[in-house]
């Protein structure tokens, strides 16, 4: 079936550093691929999203950039900062199945 | 312009009883998506309904799960005969009808078998 890829599951980072998280994603008629940002014991919120006739957006520290080609999207966080420590989850959907799959999370760890 | 809301947040449950877990929708969404999430793991797909109707529960176990989304009220999903596996967070999302408009959570209802 389909899937997304996510990686790497935990990133460390000092503070002030910046961070990447990678995402693979198998159906190449996806065409919206969100970001969400988990605390503990909390809902996943939506940080950033990505269409796909996009292929970069920027919003303040975050980033997310689009390979459609290679079917890949990426997440971007520059300088970061204590309370960006989280879990992130990258989805993608699809149109017409309205389907959207998630990638298994990244834990990370901003070291003040 | 409430978010999505779960009821109940928390819910206790012995073996073999029902837990009914509900989810009202963002208003003007008519989407409604429910996923699991086990402690330190990623949130899995269960299913997705739309007014009356589901359309995908091909994340759901056939037995003893089940959900629906009535033409009035909250969307309901119900496990039967809980076992202590069936311990985790349950969330719901909704969107809207368009083609990629974004899913927005609920705050979660945390299940706890005994």
């Known amino acids: 079936g389909e899937n997304v890829e996510q990686h790497p599951s935990t990133l460390s980072v000092q503070e002030g550093d910046s961070a990447v998280i990678k995402c693979t994603y198998s159906?190449?008629?996806?065409?919206?691929f969100p970001w969400y940002k988990q605390e503990l014991g909390k809902r996943p919120q939506l940080i950033i999203d990505?269409?796909?006739?996009?292929g970069e957006k920027k919003d303040q520290r975050i980033a997310v950039t689009l390979n459609k080609t290679a079917k890949h999207f990426s997440l971007h966080i520059t300088e970061t900062q204590p309370e960006d420590s989280a879990v992130y989850f990258c989805?993608?959907?699809?149109?017409?199945?309205?389907?959207?799959?998630f990638g298994t999370g990244t834990r990370l760890k901003v070291l003040a | 312009n409430a978010g999505v809301m779960q009821n109940p947040r928390h819910l206790v449950r012995r073996r073999g009883q029902e837990a009914r877990l509900r989810c009202s929708p963002m208003?003007?969404?008519?989407?409604v998506y429910w996923y699991r999430q086990l402690p330190e793991e990623g949130l899995k797909f269960m299913v997705y309904?739309?007014?009356?109707?589901?359309?995908?529960e091909s994340g759901m176990p056939k037995e003893r799960f089940s959900a629906e989304f009535p033409k009035e009220g909250p969307s309901i999903l119900r496990i039967q005969q809980v076992v202590r596996g069936d311990s985790a967070a349950y969330f719901c999302?909704?969107?809207?009808?368009?083609?990629?408009?974004?899913?927005?959570f609920g705050p979660g209802t945390r299940l706890t078998v005994l």
């Open positions: 309904l739309q007014k009356e109707n589901i359309i995908d």
């Open positions: 208003k003007g969404h008519s989407h």
């Open positions: 990505i269409r796909s006739n996009v």
């Open positions: 989805a993608s959907f699809t149109s017409g199945t309205y389907k959207y799959i």
């Open positions: 999302a909704s969107s809207t009808a368009g083609a990629t408009d974004t899913q927005y």
């Open positions: 159906d190449s008629a996806s065409n919206y």
